[in-house]
T-cell receptor, first 109, second 117 residues
């Protein structure tokens, strides 16, 4: 079946470094992607989205890159801070917003 | 602005009991989603509503699970009878109308942590 998956289940980075979280998808018909951040004990929180007619979108300290050729999505976090420690999910539409198990990001002070 | 509100935040009950989870979506959002999250399976969509009508319930695990949305500001997810394998965190999310405004992000509540003993 079609699915969204994450390459790495865990990622540790030094505070101040940049973080890159990757995501692969298999449905070439997907036209909208979202990155969510989930902190312990809370629900997923919207970070940034991107539509399939774009290959890059920037937010505050975050950038999402979309490579439709290889069906790959990445989230870049600049100057990673301890508050960025969380699980990050990507999700795709128009499927039923299938989420992978997520990537756990740990920021080392 | 108030976000998605779920209650209770925690529920512990014995197997066989009925469990009812509640959700109040963000005002103005026409789509509502129920998810279940476990370590093994991650975040799974159970059912979603658009304008109070169930659109896709293919993710509902079995007949023991049912969901209703009697009005635009309230939804329930019921499990009867509950079983230990239903233990999980249940999330409700809402978004603007997916039918007429595609590509809308979902906004999640903080979930109900359910433990069935």
């Amino acid at each position: 079946g079609e699915s969204v998956g994450l390459h790495l289940p865990t990622l540790s980075v030094q505070e101040g470094d940049n973080s890159i979280i990757n995501c692969a998808y298999s449905n070439s018909a997907s036209d909208y992607f979202i990155w969510y951040k989930q902190e312990s004990g809370k629900g997923p929180q919207f970070i940034i989205d991107i539509r399939s007619n774009m290959d890059k979108r920037q937010g505050q300290r975050v950038t999402v890159l979309l490579n439709k050729t290889v069906k790959h999505l990445s989230l870049q976090i600049a100057a990673t801070q301890p508050g960025d420690s969380a699980v990050y999910f990507c999700a795709e539409n128009p499927l039923q917003f299938y989420f992978g198990t997520g990537t756990s990001l740990t920021v080392i002070p | 602005d108030a976000g998605v509100i779920q209650s209770p935040r925690h529920e512990v009950t014995e197997m066989g009991q009925e469990v009812t989870l509640r959700c109040k979506p963000i005002s103005g959002h026409n789509s509502l989603f129920w998810y279940r999250q476990t370590m093994m399976r991650g975040l799974e969509l159970l059912i979603y509503f658009n304008n109070n009508v169930p659109i896709d319930d293919s993710g509902m695990p079995e007949d023991r699970f049912s969901a209703k949305m009697p009005n635009a500001s309230f939804s329930t997810l019921k499990i009867q009878p509950s079983e230990p394998r239903d233990s999980a965190v249940y999330f409700c999310a809402s978004s603007r109308d997916r039918q007429t405004r595609a590509n809308q992000p979902q906004h999640f509540g903080d979930g109900t942590r359910l433990s069935i003993l």
